[in-house]
T-cell receptor, first 111, second 115 residues
Framework: GQQVMQIPQYQHVQEGEDFTTYCNSS?????IQWYKQRPGGHPVFLIQ?????EVKKQKRLTFQFGEAKKNSSLHITATQTTDVGTYFC???????????FGAGTRLFVKA | GAVVSQHPSWVICKSGTSVKIECRSL??????MFWYRQFPKQSLMLMAT?????????EQGVEKDKFLINHASLTLSTLTVTSAHPEDSSFYIC???????????FGPGTRLTVT
């Protein structure tokens, strides 16, 4: 069945360093969403990418959707301690019937 | 990683009937479980948070009498959609987290269609 793989599982960075998490689907996606979960909280929606090759930015966060609509990445420039948390990608299949979550990447930022 | 299962994976029911969705943590004790619903091409929407042995906490706008959540054990939470209507048709997904853990594990989801 459809799988969404997310790497890395964990990432430790020094404050000010960049961070990237990658998401790969075994099948073509209709869209991909990214969520952030703060420690102790629940996932909060960040963004949705729909178009092939789409790139969207939110301040220091850059989201990309691959040309084949099977992979995506989230890049954080100059991390801050407030970026700490787990970042999940979630891919919706082309039939629109199912969303599969990646396992998440947990980001640790050391001040 | 830990595994969360959901049953059924999809269900079709008639308007006015009730449907129960099960969410099970297979290899860890889920002290907290979250229930979400999602419409196609839209984001996940948190419906409620349930802690084992306690009443669920519902998000604003979610009818607790319509979406009954039970979290009677550390490995099982259920969501019952009572008197379902076509507008309840959606993708329902649960997730669980263990005591003192920040890791959250998602179930595969349940597609509900109400005719």
């Amino acid at each position: 069945g459809q799988q969404v793989m997310q790497i890395p599982q964990y990432q430790h960075v020094q404050e000010g360093e960049d961070f990237t998490t990658y998401c790969n689907s075994s099948t073509t996606l209709s869209n991909i969403q990214w969520y952030k979960q703060r420690p102790g909280g629940h996932p909060v929606f960040l963004i949705q990418l729909v178009k092939s090759g789409e790139v969207k930015k939110q301040k220091r966060l850059t989201f990309q959707f691959g040309e084949a609509k099977k992979n995506s990445s989230l890049h954080i420039t100059a991390t801050q301690t407030t970026d700490v948390g787990t970042y999940f990608c979630a891919g919706e299949n082309t039939g629109g019937f199912k969303t599969i979550f990646g396992a998440g990447t947990r980001l640790f930022v050391k001040a | 990683g830990a595994v969360v299962s959901q049953h059924p994976s999809w269900v079709i029911c008639k308007s006015g009937t009730s449907v129960k969705i099960e969410c099970r943590s297979l290899d860890f004790q889920a002290t907290t479980m979250f229930w979400y619903r999602q419409f196609p091409k839209q984001s996940l929407m948190l419906m409620a948070t349930s802690n084992e042995g306690s009443k669920a906490t519902y998000e604003q706008g979610v009818e607790k009498d319509k979406f009954l959540i039970n979290h009677a054990s550390l490995t099982l939470s259920t969501l019952t959609v009572t008197s379902a209507h076509p507008e309840d048709s959606s993708f329902y997904i649960c997730s669980g987290t263990g005591l003192g853990s920040y890791e959250q594990y998602f179930g595969p989801g349940t597609r509900l269609t109400v005719t």
